[in-house]
């Protein structure tokens, strides 16, 4: 049986600042905006924010390049704004969880600067370096090695001053910090102190399963190179930060681990406590990826392949290790734009429904990403001049100006649906002046569907996508079988239905979600109800007396009580 803490009975609602509600008119979000809001997040009924990086930084990756770890972002406001967002969150009973980006830093962090002034500075060493492959002579450029990037092109950038290279996983604004090296590990617990010390509520770690490098991704072999995600020394740095930081806190922990597997998922977050609460696995945004254009050649939702995936890990995980669920974030597109179906708005808003049930009577804490509670869409991109994202450009340039390997149009056609830029649009408040995100000009294009999908015209409609989200919440602090009982997938071949049970003690849900547009007949569900449940939640107002018929998009979970 799970031990019961409150980070697992806990919901998340993840703020993407830039996004979420400009107070001064300059276009973009900041800290005071996300005060004035947080009545909104109250009446949802979450109970921690996780606030994406609002530190200084040159937002190459818009605050995943850090510049100064202990100073917030100028256009997001001061550190009395944060002091001040962070007290009012307090009062309303909201946590504050802060996003900690230190597999890499800005290379205008003064470590960074630093590092690069010679080859025999003291923090030379707090970075990767090596030199060029046979003194820079290979064909290839010299590259030390063939290590990729996440966002396109080498991981390696030639420094002009010193002529070596230094390591980036991510943009090459983004060098990778060398934790091999004691002091860097050490600055890094001094400041997770710093902001734990004024009462933050906890990290999500990004990355975090990259910061061991394997000497097999590093080597100058001018050849072949090993992932740097993954190497099993992380473990040695989570404990360690484990015991000098984490465990003199009561906080909550998340790790951004896109490596994890259902086996080393209870190294980072098993019960025994070691080194997290829990982690993000990604094994199932990539189901509609393609084997090697990945999201930019997005392929159609195979539910079966879904349905293992997840049931994998609520099976593996149960009794052992915590999960988080969650379908959006700002690095995914709008799920009900993936998964669901935004051509009708009668469809958008059951299809964002039956997502929504699907995923929060899982067992794990779930994550909702701003604007999923409203069942907020992509964006319809048509020129890569709307896009910002970093990843895009990068991808873009790669594969399509450079290597042909996709058209313009195909291109496009994969960033409208799965780019990260989907998420990043503002936030949508109301069917006024920029939907209510802003009185300037906004940073981002706004989706011009803000006159129908906003949060004003849903917070006061029981019916409403805001509205079932709220009762998931509440549902979830009500029945303890959704946080604790076990799992059983059923149907798994079925490739219409996702269809699972839960149980603990004496109680039982039974989940059916119908991922589909059309009618389904011929599956009794009545068959698969247990004696004396009830309907806890659906997505259709009456229901269908013939329990052989589920509707388009249908979600409906069963209580036995
Ligand atoms: O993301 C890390 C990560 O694994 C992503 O690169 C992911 O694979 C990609 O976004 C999918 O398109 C984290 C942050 O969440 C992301 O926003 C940052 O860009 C990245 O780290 C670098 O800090």
Same mark, same amino acid.
């Given at each position: 049986m799970d031990k019961k803490t409150w980070w697992k009975e806990a919901v998340v609602y993840q703020i993407y600042p830039r996004s979420f509600q400009d107070s001064t008119g300059s276009g973009v979000g900041d800290l005071n905006g996300i005060t004035q809001r947080l009545d909104y997040l109250k009446d949802l009924g979450v109970d921690v924010i996780w606030l994406s990086p609002v530190y200084a930084s040159p937002n190459v990756d818009n605050g995943y390049d850090i510049s100064d770890y202990r100073a917030i972002m100028d256009e997001f406001g001061t550190m009395e704004d944060f002091d001040r967002l962070l007290a009012e969150s307090h009062k309303r009973g909201l946590r504050i969880l802060m996003d900690l980006v230190v597999n890499h830093s800005s290379d205008r962090h003064p470590w960074f600067i630093e590092s690069r002034s010679?080859?025999? @500075?003291? /923090?030379?060493?707090w970075y990767i370096w090596r030199d060029g492959f046979n003194g820079g002579c290979h064909p290839e450029g010299g590259l030390p090695n063939d290590l990729r990037s996440v966002f396109s092109g080498s991981a390696w950038e030639k420094d002009e001053k010193t002529g070596q290279y230094y390591m980036h996983n991510f943009a090459a604004a983004q060098p990778d910090l060398n934790w091999a090296n004691p002091d860097v590990r050490n600055a890094v617990y001094d400041m997770m102190g710093f902001w734990l010390d004024k009462g933050v509520d906890g990290f999500r770690m990004d990355v975090i399963d990259a910061i061991d490098k394997p000497p097999t991704a590093l080597a100058v072999s001018g050849g072949k190179a090993d992932t740097c995600f993954g190497n099993p020394g992380v473990h040695k740095y989570l404990r360690e930060m484990n015991q000098k930081v984490l465990s003199r806190y009561d906080i909550m922990t998340v790790g951004e681990t896109s490596s994890v597997t259902v086996d080393t998922a209870p190294l980072y977050a098993? @019960?025994?406590? /070691? !080194? $997290? @609460?829990m982690v993000f696995q990604f094994e199932h945004t990539w189901v509609d990826h393609d084997k090697t254009l990945g999201k930019w050649k997005p392929l159609p939702l195979d539910l079966p392949k879904l349905k293992k995936i997840l049931s994998r890990w609520q099976t593996a995980l149960h009794g052992r290790a915590w999960n988080s669920l969650y379908w959006d974030n700002h690095d995914q597109p709008r799920i009900v734009s993936r998964f669901g179906n935004d051509s009708t708005e009668e469809l958008r808003i059951l299809s964002a429904k039956m997502l929504a049930a699907c995923l929060h009577m899982m067992q794990g804490t779930p994550y909702i990403y701003q604007g999923e509670e409203l069942g907020m869409t992509n964006y319809p991109f048509t020129r890569l001049e709307e896009c910002n994202d970093v990843e895009i450009r990068n991808a873009y340039r790669e +594969?399509?100006? !450079? /290597? /042909? $390997? +996709?058209t313009h149009e195909e291109m496009m056609k994969g960033i409208r649906k799965l780019s990260r830029d989907n998420a990043r649009t503002p936030m949508q408040w109301d069917d006024g002046k920029n939907a209510g995100f802003s009185a300037g000009t906004p940073w981002m294009g706004i989706n011009p569907n803000y006159k129908t999908i906003n949060a004003a015209s849903q917070v006061h409609d029981p019916e409403s996508v805001f509205s079932f989200y709220k009762r998931l919440i509440r549902l979830r602090k009500e029945h303890p079988v959704i946080v604790y009982g076990d799992y059983e997938l059923l149907l798994p071949e079925d490739e219409k239905l996702f269809v699972y049970r839960r149980r603990f003690e004496d109680t039982g849900l039974l989940v059916v979600c119908n991922f589909t547009p059309n009618r389904i007949t011929g599956i009794d569900i009545g068959a698969l109800r247990s004696d004396g449940d009830k309907l806890l939640i659906g997505n259709y107002r009456d229901t269908e007396p013939d329990e052989k018929i589920i509707r388009p998009y249908e979600a409906k979970v069963y209580l036995k009580n």
């Open positions: 010679s080859v025999d @500075n003291p /923090k030379r060493d098993g @019960n025994d406590g /070691k !080194e $997290l @609460n +594969l399509v100006t !450079e /290597k /042909k $390997l +996709l």
